[in-house]
């Protein structure tokens, strides 16, 4: 939805354990989804064709490939840090993925324009009792730090990504399981 051109860096400053990065090097990389997956249901089904199958897996693997592409994740936490790099390892990343513990409020900006996607807390499985003042703090520091940055936050958090502060220019309801969730662009 972001419109991301791989030309850009693109920036996870909340990457948690790195759906997002992992995204990106998917799209970067040309790598089809499930590539990595050791089996389908449908491998089990009496239509199924062997050889077909490793016709099309073979061509998914000649069409991977690595590049230049600035991707960026970041996160206070040095779990979640670790998390990301070990879930990511399969992708065989290069020197231009770059995954470090840093708090978003301090990070050194990584680039002078690109593309910043997050999804901070929404207060459901990690518990936060100033949350409206958390987006509130989003919002000011993209205000303030991240021009020359296309902003996308997604958040289960209908109230608190109100407090965000900044008009967005897109907004996309979209689910995360039963959550409903907004996916908004602060250009």
Same mark, same amino acid.
């Given at each position: ?25 998917? &799209? =970067?990389? *040309? ?9 389908? @249901? $449908?491998? %089990? #089904?009496? /239509? ?10 073979? &061509? =998914?693997? *000649? ?9 960026? @994740? $970041?996160? %206070? #936490?040095? /779990? ?108």
């Amino acid at each position: 939805f972001s419109g991301w051109k791989q030309e850009n860096p693109i920036i996870d400053p909340m990457c948690g354990s790195g759906t997002f990065v992992a995204e990106a090097i998917m &799209k =970067a990389y *040309n790598i089809a989804p499930g590539f990595y997956r050791e089996s389908f @249901g $449908f491998e %089990k #089904s009496n /239509a199924h064709s062997h050889d077909q199958w490793m016709t099309i897996m073979e &061509k =998914a693997k *000649n069409s991977i490939k690595v590049n230049d592409t600035k991707i960026y @994740g $970041f996160d %206070k #936490s040095l /779990a979640a840090v670790s998390m990301t790099k070990e879930n990511i390892k399969l992708f065989q990343p290069s020197e231009n993925i770059i995954i470090e513990q840093s708090d978003y409020f301090n990070l050194n900006k990584p680039s002078e324009k690109g593309v910043l996607i997050m999804n901070p807390p929404y207060d459901q499985r990690l518990k936060n009792n100033a949350i409206n003042e958390l987006y509130s703090n989003i919002g000011t520091r993209l205000k303030h730090f991240w021009e020359n940055h296309d902003a996308w936050i997604l958040s289960g958090n209908l109230q608190a990504i109100k407090h965000i502060g900044l008009k967005p220019k897109r907004k996309k309801v979209l689910f995360n399981g039963p959550l409903e969730c907004k996916l908004i662009n602060i250009p």
